[in-house]
């Protein structure tokens, strides 16, 4: 059987990191996309990965990225389509422009960069198909306080989501999200020092290893392409989102 690849942007840290490491161990080939190439090539370590340093805002850096691993490799399976910041909670109005801009560039605007690529190469690649998984959030369903740019491009990648499950049927292009609730990465670190909650206290949360959901991840991309997970939520047992918390 031919060695599948997968590419992950946002490769050089948190839950890209975690995920590229589950896939090579599990002998993948696996394409790194990430700002910096020395996180890059610390997320690799000893493996042959492919180590690509891209700016997923950047049209042409992404086109450039994804034209090279096909040039490698011949062809597409997955996308980890992962890559995503945040900002600091804070009411609308205290928001700067320029920070929401910038969270839309990464969040929204690399996210449709990156499919629009893959989807590209994986309809035309012979034979047709491969899957993409989009990197939502617990914030794609229910919104923190404070945290209007976020969660309204979390929301934005369900629809992506939703599209391209729909419109890659004709190509055998199975497109699933994962919604991530506490995975204990760099960017989570705060919920064990208390975090704003809905009635206004500041509290504590459960956090749950990133190794859980790389895993889950790589159970995503092992179905056959027949067979479609469109949303996977996983999160941290006890953290407030069912009910009331």
């Known amino acids: 059987m031919t060695q599948q690849g997968i590419v992950i942007t946002g490769a050089g840290s948190g839950i890209g990191r975690a995920t590229a490491r589950a896939f090579l161990d599990a002998g993948w080939r696996v394409a790194l996309i990430g700002r910096r190439e020395e996180a890059l090539r610390e997320t690799a370590d000893e493996y042959p990965a492919l180590v690509l340093p891209c700016d997923v805002s950047d049209p042409a850096g992404v086109d450039a990225a994804f034209a090279r691993i096909v040039s490698d490799w011949g062809r597409i399976d997955v996308l980890f389509n992962n890559a995503g910041i945040s900002l600091p909670g804070n ?98 670190a705060r919920f064990t020092k208390g975090v704003p909650q809905a009635d206004g206290s500041i509290r504590t949360e459960p956090v749950m290893p990133v190794q859980n959901v790389a895993e889950a991840v790589l159970m995503m991309a092992r179905q056959p392409l027949d067979v479609n997970i469109p949303f996977l939520t996983i999160m941290a047992n006890s953290m407030p989102f069912i009910g009331r918390g």
């Open 91 to 188: 009411p609308i109005d205290e928001i700067p422009v320029d920070d929401w801009l910038r969270l839309c560039n990464v969040n929204i605007t690399g996210m449709f960069l990156c499919a629009r690529a893959a989807f590209g190469i994986m309809r035309r690649q012979q034979p047709a198909g491969g899957r993409i998984i989009n990197n939502g959030s617990i914030s794609a369903h229910a919104p923190r306080p404070g945290s209007v740019p976020y969660t309204m491009s979390k929301h934005a990648v369900t629809g992506l989501t939703k599209t391209l499950s729909l419109d890659g049927r004709p190509w055998n292009i199975a497109c699933g999200q994962i919604d991530i609730g506490n995975a204990l990465t760099d960017m989570a």
